[in-house]
Each structure stands twice: as structure tokens, then as C-alpha cells.
């Protein structure tokens, strides 16, 4: 049974740091590329990083949307099927509940809700 549990959400002042986790099991963690999006209320999901598996060819690249680059890094620990997200700089249109996912199987968590405000 595929689950993803994500945790670490909070509510923090702009310019604060969060750092989000998602437990995975279920599914072959270390051969899976791993995403973190964004609900935010009234908006469509959007998505804010990527981190591809560690083989040979892909050595774990990350990616990110232009709004957090610079600010947010993904990560992923293969030891412990936990995806992570450090959060810096935080604003306030980072609020909303994020999600971790896997690109291959159709599973999301109940997320973990993140509030920026002063």
C-alpha cells in the first residue's frame, strides 16, 4: 500500500525557515523522481521542485520553480524513504498546503500546511 506522509508545516513570519518531510512507503523510493507541490485556496496545484533518482545517469538534479529558486532546496534521503524541503526566506505566497508525489504512481498524502504571516 502506497502512503506519503508529509509533515514539518507551521506557521512562521516572513524571512523564517521550514524544513518539510515526506515519509514514503510503499513503493521503490530510491527509483522513483520525487515532486513537492503547492495548494494554495482558489489556485490550481502548483508545482515547486523536483529531485530525480540517484543513479548513474541522473545523479539526483534538481529543479525548481523560478518563484523559489534560490530560496527552497530539495532533497531526498534513499537510506530512509524521506523526501525533504528546506524552506529559507519565506513569504507569504508561500502559504498553503504541500505535497509531496511521486512522478509514477497517482498517491498523495494529506499534506501539511505551511502559514506565513507577520
Known amino acids: 500500500q502506497v502512503q506519503l506522509v508529509e509533515s514539518g508545516g507551521g506557521t512562521v513570519q516572513p524571512g523564517g525557515s521550514l524544513k518539510l518531510s515526506c515519509a514514503v512507503s510503499g513503493m521503490p523510493f530510491s527509483s522513483e523522481h520525487m515532486s513537492w507541490y503547492l495548494q494554495t485556496p482558489g489556485e490550481q496545484l502548483k508545482w515547486v521542485a523536483s529531485v530525480d533518482t540517484t543513479g548513474i545517469r541522473s545523479a539526483g538534479a534538481t529543479s525548481y520553480a523560478n518563484s523559489v529558486k534560490g530560496r527552497f532546496t530539495i532533497s531526498r534521503n534513499d537510506v530512509r524513504d524521506i523526501l525533504f524541503l528546506q524552506m529559507n526566506n519565506l513569504k507569504p505566497e508561500d502559504s498553503g498546503v504541500y505535497y509531496c508525489?511521486?512522478?509514477?504512481?497517482?498517491?498523495w498524502g494529506q499534506g501539511t500546511q505551511v502559514t506565513i504571516a507577520a
Open positions: 508525489k511521486a512522478r509514477d504512481y497517482d498517491h
